[in-house]
Nanobody, 120 residues
C-alpha cells in the first residue's frame, strides 16, 4: 500500500526559505506525475507545481521563479524548494502522486499535508 508523507514545513519569516519533502513508503514505485498542492485557510486548494516522470516541470504563476520542484525516483521522494517566501504562501502543502498499474488503472495518492506559515 502506498503512503505519502510530507515533512519540512514550519514557521519562517518573509523572504526566507523552506524545503519540503514527500516520501512514498510501502514499496518501490514508478510514479507518473507528482504534484505539490496547497490550501490556505478559507481558500480552494491550488496546484502549485507538477513534475512528470521524465522530469518536466510546471508551476503556478504565483510560485514561478521562487519554487523549484524535483524528485529522486530511486528514493521515492519529491521535493519542493521554496525561496523568497511571502505571507500569502501560508498554507497546508500536500503532495500527490499518480501510479499506473498493469491492469491499466491509475490511482491518485495523497499525503496528509504539512503546514507552512510565513510571517511578515
Amino acid at each position: 500500500q502506498v503512503h505519502l508523507v510530507e515533512s519540512g514545513g514550519g514557521l519562517v519569516q518573509a523572504g526566507g526559505s523552506l524545503r519540503l519533502s514527500c516520501v512514498a513508503s510501502g514499496g518501490i514505485f514508478r510514479f507518473n506525475a507528482m504534484r505539490w498542492y496547497r490550501q490556505a485557510p478559507g481558500k480552494q486548494r491550488e496546484l502549485g507545481a507538477t513534475i512528470t516522470s521524465g522530469g518536466s516541470t510546471n508551476y503556478a504563476d504565483s510560485v514561478k521563479g521562487r519554487f523549484t520542484i524535483s524528485r529522486d525516483n530511486a528514493k521515492n521522494t519529491m521535493f519542493l524548494q521554496m525561496n523568497s517566501l511571502k505571507p500569502e504562501d501560508t498554507a497546508v502543502y500536500s503532495c500527490n502522486a499518480d501510479l499506473s498499474y498493469v491492469s491499466g488503472s491509475t490511482m491518485h495518492y495523497w499525503g496528509q499535508g504539512t503546514q507552512v506559515t510565513v510571517s511578515s
